[in-house]
């Protein structure tokens, strides 16, 4: 069972991953999978544990300011999908998924220094993996259309789509100053949700609203990154979708 960790503070997301089979350890030295340089957190502060038969559990490793749930410290916890629990001002939410895809993307394991995270740990599909490993993934599928080009699309069967600037992106938006991960549709237990990457709080928008950290998406959404317009969608086609994948690889704006 995979284990989704989203990291916010004060409302704003900083960081996602998914994890699988083995510990992942949080704190503020360098050598935690997790590492939050934040005075609230111990050095090796508290580790989320996979359990034999399915399940994780959190565990706190005698922390000075501990690990708390509902305001309550804990030792230890098992986790349910949706869970939330507080380190100081910072709060892991976890989501629980059946689901085991493809390895991570070198393109997202590469990213830079995200807020105060020592790095940033989204995880996602890889990009190019061929229709049997995303049909593996997930049966839940997105589609981005042009526009300004009906008839465009992107189909959306990753864990994470990848929009920006970089030759490996899923969807190049170009331009000079456009940043090398702009923006990451996550495919999660509830559905899609768009994270900004780009650290500008206009960059990302959904139906004309700015998007500062992440948003849900919902069907017929219009979301526009970079200045680029899209539409979004659940579900694809039953026909034509090997199209839309060959079309999404070998057309991608600029």
Do not use: C
Request: net charge negative; charged share 20%; hydrophobic share 45%.
């Amino acid at each position: 069972m995979s284990l989704q960790v989203v990291v916010s503070r004060e409302g704003k997301v900083l960081a996602r991953g998914v994890f699988r089979d083995q510990p992942v350890s949080i704190g503020r030295d360098e050598d935690n999978v997790i590492q939050i340089d934040a005075p609230a957190f111990s050095r090796h502060h508290a580790r989320l544990e996979p359990q034999e038969g399915g399940g994780w559990i959190v565990r706190d490793l005698g922390s000075t300011n501990g690990v708390r749930k509902d305001g309550a410290r804990v030792a230890e916890w098992t986790i349910n999908d949706g869970d939330e629990v507080a380190i100081g001002d910072y709060r892991l939410t976890f989501g629980l998924d059946e689901e085991v895809g493809p390895a991570p993307s070198a393109l997202l394991a590469g990213l830079p220094e995200h807020a105060v995270l020592g790095a940033t740990f989204v995880t996602a599909s890889a990009p190019g993996a061929d229709h049997d490993q995303r049909e593996r993934s997930s049966n839940l599928r997105g589609l981005l259309e042009e526009v300004a080009a009906p008839g465009r699309a992107w189909l959306v069967e990753l864990d994470a789509f990848v929009i920006g600037a970089d030759a490996d992106a899923d969807l190049r938006v170009g331009g000079l100053l456009a940043p090398r991960v702009g923006a990451v549709l996550v495919r999660g237990h509830g559905g899609f949700s768009i994270v900004n990457m780009s650290g500008r709080d206009a960059w990302v928008q959904v139906d004309g609203q700015p998007v500062p950290a992440s948003a849900q998406l919902r069907a017929a959404a219009l979301v526009e990154v970079g200045g680029h317009p899209l539409t979004f969608s659940i579900g694809a086609p039953a026909a034509g979708i090997d199209a839309i994948g060959q079309q999404s690889r070998a057309r991608r704006p600029s």
